[in-house]
Nanobody, 126 residues
Framework: EVRLVESGGGSVESGGSRRVSCSVS????????LGWFRQAPGKEREGVAS???????SYADSVKGRFTISQDDAKNNLYLQMENLKPEDTAMYYC????????????????????RGQGTQVTVSS
């Protein structure tokens, strides 16, 4: 069974940095896409970033140039490095994954991935 567990959330001042992590349980099927989406109170889910099996990445325009998604070599952990954080980045951040083949792994589609964690809260104060 696929299990995703996020960690690393917390409070940070505007302009600061934070790295959130996601532990991906060992699975026997290959993950086609991994990524992060977020949801702020009263707002819809927003795909933030994604990465495919070859390391190709995709980012939402709202975070491009500030956030970086990566995996460790063993692909047991997924990371989201966030720089120059803004109050509008405040949200619950979820790790997500899918085993279904896709033409491409896009940040927008992360909200549709079949596997997701419980989330980790990131709060940015002005």
């Amino acid at each position: 069974e696929v299990r995703l567990v996020e960690s690393g959330g917390g409070s940070v001042e505007s302009g600061g940095s934070r790295r959130v992590s996601c532990s991906v349980s060992k699975v026997t099927v290959r993950m086609q896409c991994l990524g992060w989406f977020r949801q702020a109170p009263g707002k819809e889910r927003e795909g933030v970033a994604s990465i495919d099996g070859d390391g190709r990445t995709s980012y939402a325009d709202s975070v491009k140039g500030r956030f970086t998604i990566s995996q460790d070599d063993a692909k047991n952990n997924l990371y989201l490095q966030m720089e120059n954080l803004k109050p509008e980045d405040t949200a619950m951040y979820y790790c997500a994954a899918t085993t279904l083949p896709r033409i491409a792994c896009t940040s927008r589609d992360t909200v549709t991935y079949g596997y997701r964690g419980q989330g980790t809260q990131v709060t940015v104060s002005s």
